[in-house]
């Protein structure tokens, strides 16, 4: 059964529990028949793969496109160093110099170069790996360490799911370039946050950044807590969708440390997270 569906699963900080979320919500869809396919775009620190322990099929190597100056055709015109936003290549007679890890891949300096003086070599910046868990397609990216340009691994993971039917999208937290770049394009956005100061806060960034894009959205309320209505009382006063709250449960917490969740490994979440990926359905179709 095929879907053609994108659903990312956002947070305005760590660890509020995007990955339990997202992987629970994974095994729901594939246990409901549905062509599945987990993308843990957090690529800085990918843990996705600790819960759903795929086999590795097949690795690529991801770049950008970084410039190389070829000194004898070079009339030292700055061109170049005046196109780049980032002061990845600076024009000081008679030599450019440029600094590859500054470098955003853009190609502006090579197509202002008035004499062909600058080309394009490939700089690695990370892999992707793909595999399969259960049924369920499995990639997930792995930034090089000391890279700082996560958003090209970032489009090279989402891109592996284009042919699939059911994307869930692991985004990584906070509301930078890399988030804009995972949560592109999905067609829905369900929200991870917590009933903290901090959880509510960081929310908040991350609703004006969703609707800012123009996409779809609905909150997930992690290590909920009857005491605790601020996480309700904010999605009330905005208008926003509460379409579970998962309790705090110390059983899901002893779980994860070994390497497990929570829709494996205790009952009763089974049904939670089956209910909550039904109700994102309906709401995209609406």
């Known amino acids: 059964m095929s879907l053609n569906l994108t659903v990312a699963v956002a947070s305005g900080k760590g660890g509020t529990g995007k990955t339990t979320v997202s992987a629970c919500l994974a095994l729901a869809a594939a246990e409901a028949g549905h062509k599945t396919s987990y993308l843990d775009c957090d690529v800085e620190e990918?843990?996705?793969h600790l819960f759903l322990k795929p086999q590795i099929?097949?690795?690529s190597y991801v770049g950008i496109p970084v410039p190389e100056v070829d000194e004898d055709k070079c009339i030292s015109c700055g061109a170049c160093g005046e196109i780049c936003q980032f002061s990845a290549i600076i024009?000081?007679?008679p030599q450019v110099l440029t600094f590859e890890n500054m470098c955003h891949g853009c190609g502006g300096c090579t197509l202002v170069c008035p004499v062909g003086a600058i080309s394009e070599r490939d700089r690695r910046i990370g892999v992707v790996e793909?595999?399969?868990s259960d049924g369920i397609g499995f990639t997930h990216g792995r930034l090089d360490v000391g890279e700082a340009m996560s958003p090209p691994l970032i489009k090279a993971v989402r891109a592996s799911g284009k042919e699939a039917g059911l994307n869930?999208?692991?985004v990584p937290p906070g509301t930078s370039c890399p988030v804009i770049s995972a949560v592109r394009g999905a067609d829905y956005v369900l929200l991870i946050t917590e009933p903290t100061p901090f959880g509510i806060n960081d929310l908040g960034?991350?609703?004006d950044m969703i609707k800012e894009l123009g996409?779809?959205?609905s909150v997930v309320i992690n290590r909920s807590d009857p005491e605790y209505t601020m996480a309700r009382d904010f999605c009330?006063?905005?208008n926003i969708k509460v379409l579970a709250e998962i309790p705090d449960d110390r059983r899901v917490a002893e779980a994860y440390s070994r390497g497990e969740l929570p829709y494996t490994a205790i009952p009763d979440y089974r049904e939670l997270f089956q209910k909550l990926f039904h109700s994102v359905l309906e709401e995209v179709r609406r």
Request: some cysteine.
């Open 57 to 59: 099929r097949r690795r």
């Open 130 to 132: 793909e595999g399969r």
């Open 91 to 93: 024009c000081i007679p």
């Open 215 to 217: 996409i779809n959205h």
């Open 236 to 238: 009330a006063e905005r």
């Open 205 to 207: 960034l991350a609703v």
């Open 46 to 48: 990918p843990n996705g």
């Open 168 to 170: 869930i999208v692991d």
